[in-house]
């Protein structure tokens, strides 16, 4: 059995994703196979807050050039999880 660590990889702090704090509203990058249930969970032990929706995104790699020589960048997973009113998490601060 995963924990809630192996769940959530880290924060996404863009521009896009601080602005979705407004709207009550906090972007992680989790492993491929979480689901959104386990996502839930993770978000609910680990920060204390209730969980209103997850919404999952898979981003497929991009195909890249360097040094003349193409490589593939990983696909990775995003999930935007809407909070209950009332609760927040500050992603700067850490665990």
Do not use: C
Not at 29 to 34: P, Q
Not at 70 to 76: A, G, I, L, S, V
């Amino acid at each position: 059995m995963s924990t809630n660590y192996d769940v959530i990889l880290s924060p996404v702090i863009t521009e896009k994703a601080t602005r979705l704090i407004e709207a009550n509203q906090v972007v992680f990058r989790v492993t491929l196979d979480a689901t959104k249930p386990a996502i839930a969970k993770a978000i609910t032990d680990l920060f204390k807050v209730k969980v209103k929706s997850v919404n999952t995104i898979v981003v497929k790699g991009k195909r890249k050039m360097a040094r003349g020589k193409r490589y593939t960048r990983n696909d990775f997973k995003k999930a935007i999880v809407t909070l209950e009113e009332g609760h927040q998490i500050d992603i700067t601060t850490g665990l």
